[in-house]
């Protein structure tokens, strides 16, 4: 997360002689951080702050249907961005709505700060029994006023601060949100509701800007050692591989890994998690690497790596193909990079950051001490690259996930963003090759269905608000569109916050909307036929869009699509018509027994 | 929570020299306690689990579109049966997405049990990195497999089980259940989901019927003093006066205190939680009184009391009128009764339970010892009685709040069960006066908006569960039409369980959707313009029933209407039609600035 875009106002705008609201000092604050656009859901005990956010220039306040789906989004808006998410909830019956949304963007590394209204100091100090403040246990004991942050402390955030000392407020508020751009994690600032009017001393916001608030690089005295060690077991090695996973991401090393996968000309790989970190339109790049999840061919060539260099790692249940990552393979030949630690083959582990090594990795690699016999013939292209156009006898059958998959690869375009929700054929994507530019996003280790929607529609904020601020600032740009994938089941969890892209005219995203009739990914794993594996019946997906906020079609276009024949039809005119201003929606019908090789591979397994 | 509708066949079914699955055993405990619906969202570490819920007969799964919208449901099935609310979700994702609708059931004192399915207990004791499971705050800690249960106990739960020794899983549940039944409180079940198959020896169920488990009535050796030191102080007051609240609900004792308003003839009075528990259909019943925010006729005749029986009373912000339910009252002159204590004037407290003392009471009141000189003509019959026909200069007006709330007043039928969820026109309910055997049931204490929809779809199943019941038994019972009344804004938060009621296709609720264009009741709090304020426009309400499952208007009648004459023809229509096999919808176009007057003086006083 690199100081970029921060507001040069700040200190222009601000004295230190004259007092400021608390309100406004929150929302500068946060807005000197980059961020351009706040999630959340209003409630009587953040009302007051609310107003401020429009006292700042720039700083947009973007409603969602729910608390849950604003939690999502936030996330999404960090992903897309690489900024930090920002939402605002309301006591008890907001903050607790989001919870499962902020827990995801703890486990997935997601920096989010969550803002709760609560209730003001003089009710805490009386204790008094508020709406929305559930009663202590015993009716003799007055309720906990603290209740709700201390399920949060410690659990599903990195550091909570709550406000009630006017004095102490500021640093509060500037060390959470330090610690959340360190830690990677969600953390909760919760602000009594009669803090916003308050004056403070704005002296934070001059001393210390919001540049300031970053991580900054530090080497220590054994940078240099760990990265000689490194580059000697390269040279060494006589099939040395890149493999690059999500951390890379998180840290924003995405340019030095690239860098130097282009510079050692290593076959690369990415993990489950750290698919699209690197240039998938390389002939270098082999394909994702999931243990023996893997494809074949992913896998063969990754097997006789004797230094494989696995960057930014996050080892998990998901995104080390439930536990088979390293399975075959020598731990001497491993070199694990990772936020906390570096860990050379079967060395001791050195408690350094990747963020110290990677770059210096990148400046100090020389090509010319690398052995290339093994490798430089080693390359890959996938097999399809266009839309397959169905045989003649194939043209009105019903689509698999397979010819969907196939159809996708030429779909998506150059930089789109693609948000993929948990479901049957998220599992199918490690088959997927990215066009240049283009950048997957998903919960793909905490698995929460429902998840994509609102959080392509954060990411959608975080693209429109960089596409404004790179036309604000006259630089150029590559501008993404946004592409969600999701199957009915997910969808169903969180549809609501479909109408806001509509609502916000400036977004267009394609959304691929998987009718397979119910939760197939659960009918794989058990009850193929049990009713608790059904949902609702009957929705008329592609009808959505008009009743949820624009009946008269004139910001959406969305087709319900059986054959192939359609299929192909409509995502080529999807890509036509790419720029205007509209919503694609596509339902597709798919058989509800119908998965990728993946799952059953992974099920049969488990 | 009297142990009817228990199911006799357990016993015989079930002999204690064949062990069953453990999946068996809790699903039969659940059965035997009369409950007759599950809700939830299936996951991959509860899909096991739920296979044994389809071999207990009678027994149903209802799935919901996600798990806020089921805790919500299973809460509203436990208000409107008086059984044991039940929601299974999954680890992680699903239970922390449900965790504000069983923090509102613990507000609202609401059985509710939540049955979580977890990691199997050899991935506990390994402490593998699993999906929908957070990691540790530092990468070199393995995850907490119970960071979620620690969450939940000692905050939003009354008690947690969290099972991993088979030998002692069956008492644990069974401890749970009557913890959650005698603390009327939400309880937490964590199932490790490899233990759904293993067999257990199922003497619980044969040793001790579901019957055994729901509190038994006790009398302390102070019952008799309390019980005659209360009637000595009716007998000696000037004006007694009854003010029905929420426990009495809760409590099962609202033919208990509807009994005692009879015979004694007092003037009686609810609190705003505890609305429909009296015959508001009777002379006697003056009104809801809410302290400084009732209606002026109501508390001019309440401050008039020198001896309020306050039965089941419920303290807390909403209920005592924000703080103002005994002002200008002799405190001396409240008798309160609680579930844990009881108070006479300035006595001292009781510890005993009103429970105890409202059954003796009831026994023992003898109206000839009554001095009803004062109270004998009091009486009050509310202004309105008939669907107000507009006049022809108004016919074609918009709709006020008022109207609306003139028309529900003849809409609402004889044994309606009306769900009101938060928002602006829930201020106007106790302007209502509800005909016989019509209840009220909604979130007025802890006022989590978008509560309604969920809960009236649980409550519905509930009514439908009751009904299925009295036919099996051949009994007489009156059936209840559900009627909804939900504002825009609250079901935007929730609005996919709208397709739950077509689904079942025994359910036919009147769904009375207020649309005044975004978050009413906050407008009037602050930012009356302001963009938080506003949701997201443009939805054609009345179309989305055709959209979420019923395309061909089979099983839905729905309608927009805007004017006065519009809403006196469909609400007559409705009524009409009230028994066929239709959901019925009606959006309502309100201004959105339109709000009863309680919530202005409310808001002007606070």
Partial sequence: MAPVALNPQVSEEISSAQKITFGKFLFQRIKSLGVDSIFGV????????????????????????????????????????????????????????????????????????????????????????????????????????????????????????????????????????????????????????????????????????????????????????????????????????????????????????????EKSQFPSFSTYMGKSILKENSDKYIGDFLGAESNTHVRDIMLKSDCILHIGGFLNEINTGHDTLYNDIDSDSVVFLHPEYVKIGNGEIYYEPFMNVLPLLLERFESLKVNYSNIKDISYKPEYNAIPEPSKDEIKTPISQGFLLKSLQNFIQPNDLVVCDTGSFMFGLPDLRLPEGARLLGQHFYLSIGYGMPASFGASIAVRDMKLQALANKTEKKFERVVLIQGDGAAELTIQELSNFMYHEDLNPAIILLNNNGYTVERIINGPTMSYNDIRSGWKWSKLLSVLGDENCLRHDSHEIVEKNDLVKHFNEFNKDKDNNKVKFAEIILDQFDVPWRLKFMTKRN
């Fill in 42 to 261: 209003p409630g009587d005990f953040n009302l007051k702050l609310l107003d401020y956010l429009y006292e700042i220039e720039g700083l947009n306040w973007v409603g969602c249907c729910n608390e849950l789906n604003s939690a999502y989004a936030a996330d999404g808006y960090s992903r897309a961005s690489n900024k930090l998410g920002v939402l605002v909830t309301t006591f008890g019956v907001g903050e607790l709505s989001a919870m499962n949304g902020v827990s995801g963007a703890f486990a997935e590394s997601v920096p989010v700060l969550h803002i709760v209204g609560t209730s003001t100091r003089k009710q805490k100090q009386a204790k008094s029994a508020l709406h929305h403040l559930v009663p202590s246990a015993s009716c003799f004991k007055e309720p906990d006023h603290y209740v709700y942050e201390k399920m949060v402390a410690g659990t599903i955030s990195c550091h909570v601060e709550s406000l009630f000392d006017l004095d102490t407020a500021c640093d509060q508020v500037d060390r959470l949100i330090k610690e959340i751009l360190i830690q990677k994690r969600p953390g909760y600032l919760f602000i009594p509701s009669d803090f916003s009017d308050e004056l403070i001393d704005p002296s934070n916001l001059i001393s210390n800007p919001g540049s300031n608030l970053f991580p900054t690089p530090f080497f220590s005295n054994q940078t240099d050692k760990i990265v000689e060690e490194i580059l000697n077991k390269i040279y060494n090695s006589k099939f040395p591989t890149i493999l690059g996973d999500i951390f890379v991401d998180r840290y924003q090393l995405v340019d030095e890994l690239r860098n130097f996968a």
